[in-house]
DNA sequence: GTCTGGCACTCACCGGGCACGAGTGCCAGA
DNA sequence: TCTGGCACTCGTGCCCGGTGAGTGCCAGAC
């Protein structure tokens, strides 16, 4: 077991490492931080931090840097969540409350978290299975062709086009989208299947082909669109630390690209409260270099989707943390508002 | 004038440019392309070509880089357009066919140009203000409060909320809708508000003041998506050139982050035909070291929205310009067809 | 036992000096 | 008008020694 003052120089190189991004030595640690005792003290303790992997040299005669373990202790056991000022938060609901749709809110809960954090920004867009149904909404373009358009109580439309294996009349489609609405409007998607599983029973021998297509069209969204779609931001953000990585950028971006990858990482993250998963923790090798600091958002109790930042293991994340929570919880209330 | 060797020089540097990313000798020229002639003769033409500012050096005693004219006039009168090969034509044609809506043709387009010219791709929306209307839909959430869903023949979706001065019944809104459809589809929603104008007039003075909220919502949506929306994909590609620009990597990140930018870039280019925007010809401070290579699109012969390109100036234009042409000739068939 | 000051050692980093070679401009001659 | 030759430039790579931050270890103090 680390004694407590062992803990609290770890504390410190954390601390000094981030912000200056260079290898911190026993001297300016003890100048910069009271510790109240010698270099040569620190160097012991240094030197036993190093044996249980807690930190690294880059190379003889340097400094110490923290490792993933480190940071990993660092966050679990010596780092707060910072909590933003009360400008910061009052900024963050002016900007929030000007959207206008989702697309709109979730581009601008990217940009916010990207300033915010000064790192890359990823927000998931609210979960269909998740969300509740507000209402179907069926459309007749052409005799045989139909668009099928839903919508969720959290403001995410998706549509699709429906070719009917025969003609649909306009009085046929009005039944069907009232016994629709009537069945889910209210319900979860991810309930959906089983209420609508007996539907076409219920209709005319000569109605049921068309019935069933636009069910099957209707589940296969619901499907499809379980791979969940996201936004990203901020990536100029990444040349921030341009000398750190000079080509650790591009499996970075390369990544940031598939957004299966991320939204396998999102994935991951807890349901509730933050997680944070730090370099190698990461499965994805492209990420070995960085942090993810994650946190599922919702506009009631429950998340509906997840958002987070990208960015450096050497990041602010008590900071990082705070402003994360922030954002997360703020837009859950936009989203219970619309 | 110059003449036709010194032309031909011109060519030759700017080919070996691209290839090597490394500024052409005189020697290496004669060795790499028969131009006939001895170094001696091509020192003496790339003399000229500087003189002219086609070309210039980096430093004394290097070889020549082209420049931003030199990019001109080889994009302008040495370079045709490079076809694609049948592969690669059927590779799109089976890439974009496989797509369910119009986010994801957009979003398969993106990685398709992407991926061509490795470079980075930029895809417009189809434009709302250039398609045509295929339907209005008013639904009633509450009953002071209405959804608007505006539907586009390229299957574009929008969706607003409306809060209605006074309760609205099922019967008044199935009557304005009606009403509204009739006017306005398979119209070009530019000329919506014109189509719209009178509307209020011819309903009862009760439903006036929800008509004319939901029209004023209507017109808003227009304005407020002209400024359009479009996808990006592709930045890991920027890093290919990491040592070209080590710093200069982080402006262009910066701006294709801000969409203004890229949008306003969109809209300079040409409606038909496609626009080489080259160096320090781009507004945008951050995008000069960079070109873009843009052109319209369109599900018909009208261009609905536009795509392109960016990458550095040192790119394959004939190569780039092909797969640009050919994708937008894909994806308008696509849009035809949906 | 724990902390401290001292001391020798290691190495990354920096700047200077130097050789190399690609590339140029110019000129005289074909 | 083209060509070969020649002197010149200057960026690149390499070696080398000095500097200094930082370390590990040890003997002595509290």
Redesign the pocket.
């Known amino acids: 077991m680390l ?1 407590e ?1 062992r803990l609290e120089v770890l504390r410190a190189i954390v601390q000094d490492y981030v912000g200056t991004e ?8 003890t100048e910069r931080h009271r510790l ?12 036993a931090l ?1 044996d249980e992997g807690f930190i690294a ?8 840097i923290p490792t993933d373990k480190g940071y990993r202790l660092f966050v679990d056991k010596l780092a707060g969540v910072k909590p933003l000022s009360s400008p910061e938060r009052r900024a963050i609901q002016n900007f929030l409350d000007g959207a206008v749709d989702l697309d709109d809110v979730v581009g601008r809960t990217v940009r916010l978290l990207a300033q915010l954090t000064r790192q890359v920004a990823v927000v998931q867009y609210p979960s269909l299975t998740r969300s509740t149904v507000r209402h179907v909404e069926l459309l007749p373009l052409a005799p045989a062709r139909v668009m099928l358009v839903l919508i969720t109580d959290t403001g995410r439309v998706e549509q699709r086009m429906v070719d009917c294996p025969s003609p649909v009349t306009e009085d046929s489609l009005a039944d069907l989208r009232a016994r629709l609405n009537s069945r889910v409007v209210g319900r979860r998607f991810a309930d959906v299947p089983q209420l609508v599983q007996d539907l076409p029973e219920s209709f005319e021998q000569e109605d049921r082909g068309t019935v069933s297509t636009v069910l099957s069209t209707l589940l296969e969204t619901l499907v499809e669109e379980t791979e969940e779609r996201l936004m990203i931001g901020g990536t100029a953000n990444l040349t921030r630390f341009v000398h750190d990585f000079p080509l650790t950028i591009r499996p970075v971006l390369e990544a940031l690209e598939e957004h299966v990858v991320l939204l396998k990482l999102l994935g991951e993250a807890k349901d509730s409260g933050m997680t944070v998963r730090i370099g190698h923790e990461n499965a994805h090798e492209g990420l070995n270099a960085t942090s993810v600091v994650a946190v599922g958002y919702g506009s009631g109790d429950e998340a509906v989707a997840k958002l987070g930042v990208v960015g450096p293991t050497r990041m602010d994340y008590p900071g990082t943390m705070g402003a994360v929570r922030a954002v997360a919880r703020y837009v859950g209330q936009i989203l219970a508002e619309s």
């Open positions: 004694s003052r260079e290898p911190v030595g026993s001297k300016a640690l109240g005792v010698s270099p040569a003290t620190v160097r012991n303790d240094m030197a190093e040299q880059p190379h003889t005669s340097a400094g110490r």
